[in-house]
């Protein structure tokens, strides 16, 4: 019978990154763009997020926490999309000191 | 330049000679203009303005015109997109495409359009009687990119 899990050999282990256990506080650069950007009333911030790493999702989670406009405009099944340094990232993408994070609506051009 | 975000107009059949000059393989260009309509979901529309993401829509862009190169057989790619304010009639963006053949021209240009309305960072505004409004994106754009991926759906 195959056990549920097993420890791997010591040979078998997995380099660990420590980077991405210990928690780390960052400082990004926030964007709002296009409806976001009039629905918060400024087009950027200065925020500080921790996190094992720090991710878009704890951005999102502090931004969220600020009730009102904020926790309406990014709630659950509103449309937008996250890029940071300009390429769309995911909830657990991680987000580093220095980096440029957007929140962008929909887009509409064309 | 392949690629250009300008409040400018643009002039369509000087940007084509410029981008088939002195290319004798090019044996067909296929283009696209889109320009503004002057009613949108039922209401006039008096003027819109359109913002973008400097530095993303750049690369975004090229992309998507990236993955036109690999897809398609084709010798060259423009795409011009105007932000600003802009009026019913103008032109708003430009895509051409050169290609020895009609075929992969037209696929590529419809390719770049489909693509550019679903992950290029642009937002339109448009000033109506009852004042400003946001306009929403279309489920039919998702649908329009959905149909060159083998699983029929595009990200956005």
């Not at chain 1, 990154?17 to 950027?44: I, W």
């Not at chain 2, 002039?11 to 393989?25: S, T």
Request: charged share 25%; with cysteine; net charge negative.
């Amino acid at each position: 019978m195959q056990p549920a899990f097993c420890i791997p050999s010591a040979a078998k282990m997995p380099m660990l990154d420590y980077r991405h256990t210990t928690p780390a506080t960052v400082t990004v650069r926030l964007v709002f763009l296009a409806r976001l950007r009039e629905a918060f009333g400024r087009s950027e911030e200065s925020l500080t997020v921790t996190g094992s790493p720090p991710t878009v999702g704890a951005v999102l989670a502090l931004l969220r926490a600020r009730d009102g406009v904020w926790a309406r405009e990014l709630g659950v099944g509103r449309a937008f999309r996250v890029a940071v340094n300009h390429a769309v990232a995911a909830e657990h993408s991680t987000v580093r000191d220095a980096d440029e994070v957007a929140l962008l609506p929909p887009v509409t051009g064309g | 330049m392949p690629i250009r975000i300008d409040t400018a107009d643009f002039d369509v059949g000087r940007e084509i000679d410029a981008l088939r000059a002195g290319d004798p393989r090019v044996g067909a260009v296929a283009a696209f203009v889109g320009t503004v309509r002057d009613v949108n979901d039922a209401a006039a529309i008096s003027t819109m303005t359109l913002e973008h993401y400097p530095g993303m829509t750049e690369k975004a862009l090229a992309a998507i015109v990236d993955e036109a190169r690999a897809r398609f057989d084709i010798l060259d790619a423009l795409v011009i997109h105007r932000v600003g304010e802009l009026r019913p009639i103008d032109q708003i963006v430009f895509v051409a495409v050169t290609s020895g053949h009609r075929g992969d021209a037209f696929d590529a240009c419809r390719f770049i359009m489909d693509f550019l309305k679903i992950r290029a960072p642009f937002w339109k505004k448009e000033v109506t009687a009852d004042g400003a409004r946001w306009v929403d994106a279309r489920e039919s754009d998702d649908a329009a990119a959905a149909q060159w991926e083998p699983d029929g759906t595009a990200r956005r």
